[in-house]
């Protein structure tokens, strides 16, 4: 299985859950990676879901692993994308012609879900129409606190960020605006003086 405890943290960062079939008129689902094992499992708690779902899938390095098995469940309408950043104006077009009665369903990594989340919101779907279920990769899309730049698929602590070079601690305060965890400088005040990486979570 592709699913992970996350230990407790601080009252900032995202608790995620498990997808559960719920009745509305319509249903978005998207997912990247392993997220597809949560769909599959949504899909046999209620396949009558399929009918009216509309999937939006990114393989990424799992490839072709799950599509087939996502085309048999003959959803409404089954988008496999390269990235979910290619895909950003579809899911735009998608929830500004949404009705009331729309459920979403986001699964896969935390930068997926982050992302997918910000955009519903900012499309007015309400939190209680938003189920989330983490599976696959515990990288973390970190912002630069100094820069503000983005990086993506962080699993080291400390890591060196993309855009300005620093070294930045991995921090669990996340934003949602930006959907990103926070990084901070680990060696501000004593420069070069900076702690071996480690891997998250272990």
Known sequence: MSTFEFPPSITSRPVWGKLEPRAGKS????ADAEGAEALLKLAQADGSLMTKAH??????????????????????????????????PRLRRTLAGAHMGLQVYLT??????????????????????????????VARRMQCVHC????????????VCSHCGLNLFVRD????RHAAFQGVCVDAEDPGNVPPPVELYS
Request: charged share 20%; hydrophobic share 35%.
């Open 27 to 30: 249903h978005l689902m998207i």
């Open 55 to 88: 999937i939006m899938y990114f393989p990424g390095e799992t490839g072709d692993t799950y599509i087939g098995k996502l085309e048999e469940l003959a959803p409404a309408q089954l988008y496999i994308g390269p990235s979910y950043e290619a895909a950003v």
């Open 108 to 137: 896969g990594t935390e930068s997926l879900m982050g992302q997918a989340m910000r955009e519903a919101t900012d499309a007015g779907i309400p939190h209680t129409a938003i189920q989330t279920e983490h599976r696959g990769s």
């Open 148 to 159: 503000k730049g983005i990086t993506e698929n962080v699993m080291t602590d400390p890591f």
């Open 173 to 176: 305060h996340y934003s949602r």
